[in-house]
Every structure is written in structure tokens, then in C-alpha cells.
């Protein structure tokens, strides 16, 4: 125990002697975290909709002005044909083509259906499910207006059919803020790259400078070793995490609906298991310069892959097997569901479990691959 | 190590993300149990995009479910619907959604209402419902909304840019730590050589990253270049050589390793991701962010390969960009060949 604390006292020196470090631990992250859910905003508002209104008739032009006005569509310009709208699409001016055909309006009475058009551009998936989605709902509210202005002038006979409406509610996020969705993501994601990639390069700058070697040759054991290294970046991924939330609270008024405690066993144990990873890193690479290689792999998988910018529920099978063995993909799943609706400790067990079995199994590893004989 | 970790990447992705949004887990509580909601439930449940995990009969236990993750949304039909329907002529249902994730709560409740949509029109028609506007939605270029055309040009632009930053600027500041860039720099070679040297071999490297990337996403992923390859590599190598050019500018400014590291890793990763604009699209951030964005080398590059390789589009199409990426690359070049330091201190 005495020569743990010896060791810590070691590496908290180590690590506070490089001003410059430190500084940038604590900066880098703060400061993004203020600047990027600024950046990472889908609530979509600027679907930019080609028209092709090939009939040019009081109901077009008032559907135009229905979608245009909404809000969620600009208009990227009328074209006299499809053709010259879907090459506005292509250079990008343009997301979504309406397509109004001859007679709209005329057959519409007439023939008492009408078809419209509408092609999009499914290159960025989510937009193109929003932009349909909201499109469609004001072709919806369109279609009812029409229905009763026309009640009285329409040359059919009126007979209403029963309608089915639906009530629907948003629960957790009434006003539908994207900020309350993205910045527990990114904190985890900052977290990730500090935890896993600091203990990684620590280990391993020991390993080139030869200071490693010196501990071999003392009588300190792997174990004490290796937990003298996790400590103090288990302490300042704590401090990091904690200005986050503080961040996260100032700059976006985002206060955890669940309790602290929660998220801070979670943060423990997802700590335990990234900084397994980190120390895992370091004893399968001799170079700063491999250790920072493996990393970057790693970080970059884990933040493509964990959900926190990408919906894990839309992978294929195998894929999300694969997730379940990321411990971020546990972790932010968790800060959504504690920030956000105030999951208690009950219905994170699962998540809590996997990370410290992750966790356990990572650090197992680490410590048999640590040879004390460089 | 340098070979195949991006390529993995590149795969991995390019198979595994998708932005479809299917086998969505409701809920379903039928208060009513008449021959119309019967009838409803099984169109919610026959279509791909919900999968009915269970009936939950209170707002507690909804509650409860959402706070579990088991499900995305709640489906309420209240009593007496199809008595309401045939008597009123209207019938409410309640749709609740976790809007935790707010855009697949707009996603899924625009498909059951979309659903819902179908069914009133089917009931309509047969009984005469007047003006019905019937639209008909054409997924263009992706029909099947699959993640790798939109993911496979940015983690191009990602894992490149990153890859040539990080290995750049260590390469150099190794070099420092260890001493041996004095001997370089005593030795009778000029500056501009010893620059061009270090970063020859990184270019060569991504070249070949660049084609094997481009290789497997034509071979798996049904991605080949509709667009001149000539046109796609002379701009991917105008924005390895501006990638390059930002890990030399980093190596000049850091001391350490540890910090060159720090610098391209945690300063750059993911500012990069969430700027380059595969992700969050660029037009709905803020003035500010968009300016920044303006900076990052990488969101030229994404446009370019999306114009080139997916939708086939000439120099025409590109030559904002391309210009753009070339005075990139000329600023940081020039701004690091004068700030390279002939002595150290």
C-alpha cells in the first residue's frame, strides 16, 4: 500500500510538471465541448426543395406558399422541367424535388385524385428521412384544407369519410432540442480520447525514455504498477468529466433529470474499462508513435460506432454485436438515458454490467502482457 | 499498422453504418380491442419499420419502459375507437414518443402516421373521399438509404486528413526529442529538403491508402468512381499534401511528441468529424461554426469526392473547391518553410 502511494506521488508529479499538458487536458476539452453541439445541430430547418410546377394554378402556387412558409424548407428555385431540377439536386442546391403535374388542379376536382411527385436526395440519409417526413405532413395539412375550403364548390358529391387523426406527444424533450441529445455524446466522446490515450502514451513514453526499466528492477509488483499508472488518469478523467457537465449545465442549461451518484458509478466504471484499454495499448506498442497509431483507430471506431453521432439500432446484425463489446456505446447510452430521462441504477444494470465485464477482461489482459522484462 | 488500420476503418464503416431506421421497438396499448384497431396493429406491425415489443397498459409503465431503453415510442388507441369512428366520424390515436432522440421521434412518428395516412385513404377511397392528393416519394441515389455513400467519402476525408496531420508532425518532433534533427540541420542540406523528406514517404503512403480505399469500396460496397479517376486522385493528392502541410505546421509549434500527439489528436479529431460536414450537415450550424468550418480542408475534400466519385461530375463541378484546397496548401506550406527553425534553442 506504502509503495502505491509512493508511485502515485511519482506519476502526479510526472504528470503536473508539463504545464503545457495539463493545460491542454483540461482547455481542449472544455472549449469544445462549448463550441461543437453548436456545430452538431440536425434539427433540420434549411431542406432546400427544387418546385417543377408544371401547372401554375391557384392550388399549386398556394401549395408552395404552404411549404415555403413552414419553416423547415427554402426554396432552391422553380424549374421548367424535372430535368433541370435534378440538376440542382446534384450540385447540391437543391435536396428535394416537387413535382407538380399538368392539370393539378383541374383533375384534382375532376378525377378526385391527384399525384404529386417528390424525389429525394438520399446521399445523407437522415436528411432525406426528415425532409420526406416533414414534406409529406404538410402535403397531409394541405390536403385537409383543401378539403373543406373546396367543401362548398366542389362538383362531387361530399360524403366524409371517418378520419383517424393522431395525437401525438414528445416525452423527455417536448421542444425537440437537439442540444439535449448531443452534448452528453460529445462529453463521453472527449472523455474516451483523454482516458484511454493519455494512459496509453504515459506507459509508453516511459517505455523509449528507459525509466520503465527502472521499475522492472525494483521489487514493485505488476499490479501496483499498473494501478499506480490508472489512478491519476482515473482522477483527471473525473475532473474532466465533471467541468463537462458544468459546461454543459452554463452554456446549454442541460441538468441531469437523474441522480449524480448514477452518473458517476457509470463514470467509474467506464473509466475502468477505457483506461484497461489504454494500458492494454501501451504493452502491445514499443513507440509513441504505434501507441498513438492503435489509438487513433480505436478512438475513431469508438466514435463513429458508438452512437453518439450515428443510430447503433440501424446496423446490421453483426455490427451491433460488435458494439456491445464498445464501453462507450454502453456509457453514452447511459448519460442520454440518466440526463435525460432519469434512468436510476435499475435500468442501467445491463450497460453498468457489460462495462465492468469489459472492463475486468481489459485489464486481466493488460497485466499478463506487461512483462516486467522489457 | 499504417496500411491497415484506415482501411479497416473504411470498411467497417462502409458496412456497418446505415441511416435507415427499422425494426423501431413500440409499444402498443389497445384500450378498444375492436375489429379496427386489430386491424391497424397488424399494419404497424407488418411494416419493417416497427417491431411491437410489448402491451403496456399504464402511463407508469411507459414511463418505466422509456426509462429502460426497451422502447422507442408508445401507441395508445383509448376505448370505444371504432364505436367513435362509426359514430363521430373521428377517432384519436395517442402516439408518445422518446424524443430524447429527437430525430428518430420525428422519423418513426412520421412513419405511423404515415401508416395511419394509408389507412384512412384505403377506407376513403371506398367511400368516395373526395379530392385525395396521393403523393409519391423517390429515394434518388441511394434508394435503399444505405450509410456508405454518405460515410465512406467523409471518413475518406477523415481518416486522410487525420492520419497525414498525426503521422507528420510526430515524425518530426521525434526527431527534435531525440536529437537527431540537429544533425540534420547541421548537415549542408537546405530546409526545404529536409521538409520535402519528411513528407515524401507520407504522401506515398496515403496515395497507396487512397487506392486500396478506393479498390475495396468499388469491389464491396458497389462504390466504384462514376468519375474521372485522374480528376479524383489529383485532388486527393492536393489534400494529402495540405494535410501534410498542417502536421508540419503542428511539428514547428510542439516540443514533445506527447504534445504534437495531443495537438493533432484531441485538438483536431473531433472538430474534424463534426466539420467536415458528413455528419451534421453544414448549412444548419450557425454563422460562426460555418466559418470554421470554411477552414477545415477536409469539407472541401468531401464535396469533391462526393461530386466525383458518387454522382460522376467533371473539373466543372469542382474547381471552387479544388482551387480552394490549392491555396490551402500553398498558405500552410509557405507559413511552415518560413517558421522552420534552423537552430534550436
Known amino acids: 500500500m506504502k509503495t502505491l502511494l509512493f508511485l502515485l506521488e511519482k506519476e502526479f508529479r510526472q504528470i503536473l510538471r508539463n504545464k503545457g499538458i495539463v493545460r491542454m487536458l483540461i482547455i481542449a476539452p472544455v472549449i469544445q465541448l462549448i463550441l461543437l453541439p453548436l456545430a452538431a445541430d440536425y434539427s433540420v430547418k434549411n431542406i432546400s426543395i427544387a418546385v417543377v410546377d408544371n401547372d401554375h394554378s391557384t392550388a399549386s402556387q398556394r401549395l408552395i406558399g404552404k411549404i415555403t412558409s413552414s419553416g423547415y424548407f427554402k426554396l432552391a428555385g422553380y424549374t421548367g422541367s424535372y430535368k433541370a431540377a435534378l440538376s440542382l439536386v446534384e450540385q447540391d442546391k437543391a435536396d428535394l424535388v416537387l413535382q407538380i403535374p399538368t392539370h393539378f388542379e383541374r383533375d ?39 378539403r373543406q375550403d373546396w367543401h362548398t364548390t366542389a362538383t362531387v358529391s361530399i360524403q366524409d369519410a371517418p378520419q383517424i387523426s393522431m395525437a401525438s406527444s414528445n416525452w423527455y424533450n417536448p421542444f425537440m432540442n437537439f442540444h439535449l441529445y448531443i452534448v452528453p455524446a460529445i462529453l463521453v466522446t472527449l472523455v474516451t480520447a483523454m482516458a484511454s490515450m493519455q494512459t496509453a502514451f504515459n506507459i509508453v513514453q516511459e517505455k523509449e525514455s528507459g525509466t520503465i526499466e527502472q521499475i522492472n528492477v525494483t521489487p514493485i509488483k505488476k499490479y501496483i504498477f499498473i494501478t499506480g499508472k490508472m489512478i491519476p488518469f482515473l482522477v483527471l478523467g473525473i475532473i474532466i468529466f465533471t467541468l463537462g457537465l458544468l459546461v454543459g449545465w452554463i452554456f446549454y442549461g442541460i441538468v441531469p433529470v437523474g441522480n449524480l451518484w448514477v452518473i458517476y458509478i457509470s463514470l467509474i466504471d467506464y473509466l475502468f474499462a477505457m ?24 478512438i475513431n471506431i469508438f466514435n463513429m460506432m458508438s452512437g453518439a453521432f450515428t443510430a447503433v439500432d440501424s446496423m446490421p446484425g453483426w455490427a451491433q454485436a460488435i458494439v456491445q463489446t464498445f464501453p462507450p456505446s454502453h456509457f453514452i447510452k447511459i448519460m442520454r438515458m440518466v440526463v435525460l430521462k432519469g434512468s436510476g441504477l435499475a435500468d442501467i444494470t445491463y450497460g453498468l454490467a457489460a462495462m465492468f465485464v469489459i472492463g475486468v477482461v481489459l485489464n486481466t489482459w493488460a497485466v499478463i502482457n506487461y512483462r516486467k522484462t522489457a | 499498422m499504417l496500411f491497415g488500420l484506415p482501411i479497416a476503418q473504411i470498411v467497417l464503416f462502409g458496412f456497418a453504418l446505415s441511416n435507415e431506421v427499422k425494426n423501431s421497438r413500440i409499444a402498443v396499448t389497445d384500450y378498444s380491442k375492436d375489429p379496427v384497431t386489430t386491424q391497424l396493429i397488424d399494419k404497424i406491425s407488418s411494416s419493417s419499420y416497427f417491431n411491437i415489443q410489448r ?72 367511400a368516395g373521399q373526395p379530392l385525395q392528393i396521393l403523393p409519391e416519394v423517390q429515394m434518388l441515389y441511394n434508394p435503399e438509404l444505405r450509410g456508405a455513400p454518405n460515410f465512406v467519402p467523409g471518413v475518406m476525408a477523415l481518416v486522410l486528413m487525420l492520419v497525414c496531420t498525426m503521422m507528420t508532425s510526430v515524425a518530426i518532433v521525434k526527431e527534435k526529442e531525440l536529437g537527431t534533427m540537429e544533425i540534420l540541420l547541421v548537415s549542408p542540406f537546405k530546409p526545404i529538403y529536409i521538409i520535402i ?60 511528441q506527447q504534445s504534437a500527439m495531443m495537438a493533432s489528436l484531441m485538438g483536431m479529431m473531433l472538430p474534424t468529424m463534426l466539420l467536415t460536414g458528413f455528419l451534421f450537415p453544414i ?15 477536409s469539407r472541401w475534400y468531401f ?37 522552420f527553425k534552423i537552430r534550436l534553442q
Open chain 1, 108 to 146: 384534382l376536382v375532376r378525377e378526385n385524385a391527384q399525384k404529386l411527385y417528390i424525389a429525394i436526395n438520399a446521399i445523407e440519409g437522415t436528411k432525406a428521412n426528415l425532409g420526406g417526413a416533414y414534406l409529406s405532413s404538410i402535403i397531409q395539412d394541405y390536403n385537409q384544407e383543401i
Open chain 1, 275 to 298: 483506461l484497461g484499454l489504454g494500458l492494454l495499448l501501451a504493452t502491445y506498442s514499443a513507440t509513441q508513435m504505434q501507441a498513438m497509431s492503435l489509438s487513433f483507430f480505436f
Open chain 2, 55 to 126: 402491451n403496456l397498459t399504464s402511463a407508469t409503465q411507459i414511463d418505466a419502459a422509456f426509462k429502460k431503453g426497451d422502447i422507442r415510442m408508445a401507441v395508445i388507441f383509448p376505448p370505444n375507437f371504432s364505436t367513435d369512428l362509426t359514430h363521430t366520424g373521428k377517432a384519436t390515436i395517442q402516439v408518445i414518443a422518446d424524443a430524447s432522440d429527437p430525430n428518430l421521434a420525428t422519423t418513426i412518428t412520421n412513419y405511423i402516421t404515415r401508416i395511419v395516412g394509408d389507412f384512412n385513404t384505403t377506407t376513403a377511397l371506398s
Open chain 2, 197 to 256: 523528406s519528411k513528407l515524401t514517404p507520407n504522401l506515398l503512403i496515403s496515395i497507396v491508402n487512397l487506392f486500396v480505399i478506393l479498390i475495396l469500396s468499388a469491389l464491396f460496397l458497389d462504390l466504384g468512381v462514376k468519375g474521372s479517376i485522374v480528376l479524383l486522385v489529383f485532388d486527393s493528392m492536393l489534400f494529402i499534401l495540405t494535410s501534410l502541410s498542417i502536421g508540419l505546421l503542428l511539428s514547428i509549434n510542439a516540443k514533445t
Open chain 2, 283 to 297: 448549412e444548419n450550424m450557425p454563422w460562426p461554426m460555418q466559418v470554421l468550418a470554411n477552414l477545415v480542408p
Open chain 2, 303 to 339: 464535396i469533391i469526392v462526393k461530386r466525383v466519385m458518387l454522382k460522376g461530375m467533371g473539373f466543372g463541378a469542382v474547381w471552387k473547391e479544388t482551387l480552394i484546397l490549392a491555396g490551402m496548401c500553398f498558405v500552410l506550406f509557405a507559413v511552415s518553410l518560413r517558421k
